[in-house]
C-alpha cells in the first residue's frame, strides 16, 4: 500500500528525519518504524521502568529532598 502524507506537524517530520539520520535508514522506513513503534506502546505504563537507573544518586538525592515535606502526614488531616 502507498499513503502520501502531506501537511506534517513540524514534530512528526522531526522524529521521521532524526529516526532516518541516526538509523541510516530511508524516510520510507523511519515513519514506518514509527508507526509500529507508536502501536506496541502499552495504552497506560505505570511502573516507571523506563526511568530506572537514569538519575545519579545526587539528583535522586534532591528528588527525595524536594519531596520530603509533601511525603509528611499531618494528623489533623485525618481527623
Sequence with gaps: MTISL?????EV?????ETSHREGI???????R???A???KPA?????EEFYGTWSSVESAAFD???AEMRQ???ADWE
Design 26 to 32: 530511508s524516510l520510507n522506513k523511519a515513519t514506518i
Design 38 to 40: 507508536s502501536l506496541s
Design 34 to 36: 514509527l508507526l509500529q
Design 73 to 75: 502526614v499531618n494528623p
Design 6 to 10: 502531506r501537511n506534517l506537524p513540524a
Design 13 to 17: 517530520e522531526k522524529a521521521i528525519l
Design 65 to 67: 529532598a524536594a519531596l
Design 44 to 48: 497506560r505504563n505505570s511502573d516507571f
